[in-house]
């Protein structure tokens, strides 16, 4: 299924002197406004090589008006690599553990599953969850869908008896994508990146990304120093994205229910 809907003007960052362009992408496939094309075209005018996120076995999926589809047309004939850590079946769980408490990491995929469901308007059920749970150990290897699914019961038992809203677990597992996706930034995009960004020292390139990674690839091709992600205080570092702005407080609280739902010691 193709994938629908018109998303936001793509963000466009262009350093001449440096010679790169990064193009941020509001929602992965989904077509652009018309208004904004020719502003994407033109600045990726004379590109030698183009750095993706999204891997090119999901572009068939993407209107041909998305923001990745037309950047790669308009790079002609440049050379076109992919970042890691994207596709279905490379496990990046080792990399998450590192950072992250494993318990979080159970309760994050039968969450992400519901959120998902409820977006796209379909009914969430229990044999749907088991099978994205299982499926999901291509990415986590550490997944026993069957622990994954048992603590995340656990956590909805949690809630309903101290009634709180479900919709804080959508939250939750919008904080937690991001900051698995400030894990790959960190053990494999940095990398890459540096590697990259030195193979071209002497052409235009570009990179195209979600909107919340802009910040990353910029402070590499800048040559940055970057930190490391820190678990314990990522809600006061995190950064923000245009669509699901969240205030720490609030995740905080989200955070305190699930370690008291899971019976955790307190680890943010």
């Not at 299924?1 to 929602?27: A, C, E």
């Not at 020719?38 to 005018?45: F, G, P, Q, Y």
């Not at 997944?143 to 994954?148: C, G, I, N, R, T």
Request: aromatic share 12%; glycine share 6%.
């Amino acid at each position: 299924m193709n994938i629908q809907g018109v998303t936001h003007k793509p963000t466009i960052i262009q350093n001449g002197r440096k010679n790169y362009t990064i193009i941020g992408s509001i929602d992965h496939g989904m077509e652009i406004p018309q208004s904004s094309m020719l502003e994407l075209i033109a600045s990726l005018e004379n590109v030698k090589a183009l750095m993706m996120e999204t891997p090119e076995e999901f572009h068939k999926y993407f209107h041909p008006m998305s923001t990745e589809i037309l950047v790669k047309a308009s790079v002609g004939r440049a050379l076109v690599s992919y970042l890691s850590g994207s596709r279905a079946n490379e496990d990046i769980g080792k990399q998450v553990l590192k950072y992250a408490p494993q318990q979080i990491a159970e309760v994050f995929v039968p969450a992400i599953y519901v959120r998902n469901s409820i977006q796209m308007g379909q009914e969430p059920t229990f044999d749907s969850m088991v099978a994205f749970t299982s499926a999901y150990k291509g990415r986590f290897g550490f997944l026993d869908a069957e622990e994954s699914i048992k603590r995340y019961m656990q956590v909805l038992q949690y809630w309903g008896k101290h009634q709180l809203d479900p919709k804080d677990l959508d939250h939750f597992s919008y904080d937690f994508e991001k900051f698995v996706g400030d894990v790959r930034e960190f053990e494999l995009w940095q990398p890459e990146l540096r590697e990259f960004r030195a193979q071209y020292k002497k052409g235009k390139i570009a990179a195209c990304v979600g909107d919340y990674h802009v910040p990353f690839v910029q402070s590499v091709f800048e040559d940055n120093n970057i930190q490391p992600p820190n678990w314990k205080n990522h809600l006061d570092t995190r950064r923000e994205d245009k669509l699901t702005p969240q205030s720490t407080e609030f995740l905080q609280r989200v955070y305190d229910n699930l370690g008291k739902a899971l019976e955790l010691q307190p680890s943010i």
